[in-house]
Nanobody, 130 residues
Framework: QVQLVESGGGLVQAGGSLRLSCVVS????????MGWFRQAPGKEREFVAV????????TYADFVKGRFTISRDNAKNTVYLEINNLAPEDTAVYYC???????????????????????WGQGTQVTVSS
């Protein structure tokens, strides 16, 4: 079973930046599409970004507005989420998720849905103060 461990969260002032990391083990990293989701208190877990297996294509949620960048380093089995110009509304637990190549199709072709992913990390807390 693939394991995902996020890190890099913390407390940051509005306007600051963070780079979250997710290290993947227990599987061949290049076989996984990788996504980031976030969940704020009282809200549903929402899609943030996804990157294809070799990093050639990315998709972002509309709220990103150019502030977030997802990337991956297959040599390090790591996917990253860089968040710039943080705002208090970005406060949430951020989760990485993995989709194995060949997984059943859920109806999405962009992998923006929770049920596109079978494996999840424990999350890392991002808190943005105003």
């Amino acid at each position: 079973q693939v394991q995902l461990v996020e890190s890099g969260g913390g407390l940051v002032q509005a306007g600051g930046s963070l780079r979250l990391s997710c290290v993947v083990s227990g599987g061949t990293f290049s076989r996984y599409t990788m996504g980031w989701f976030r969940q704020a208190p009282g809200k549903e877990r929402e899609f943030v970004a996804v990157i294809t297996r070799i990093g050639g294509s990315t998709t972002y949620a509309d709220f990103v507005k150019g502030r977030f960048t997802i990337s991956r380093d297959n040599a390090k089995n790591t996917v990253y989420l860089e968040i710039n110009n943080l705002a208090p509304e970005d406060t949430a637990v951020y989760y990485c998720a993995a989709r194995l190549v060949g997984s059943p199709w859920t109806g999405s072709m962009l992998y923006t849905r929770r049920d596109d992913y079978a494996d999840w990390g424990q999350g890392t807390q991002v808190t943005v103060s105003s």
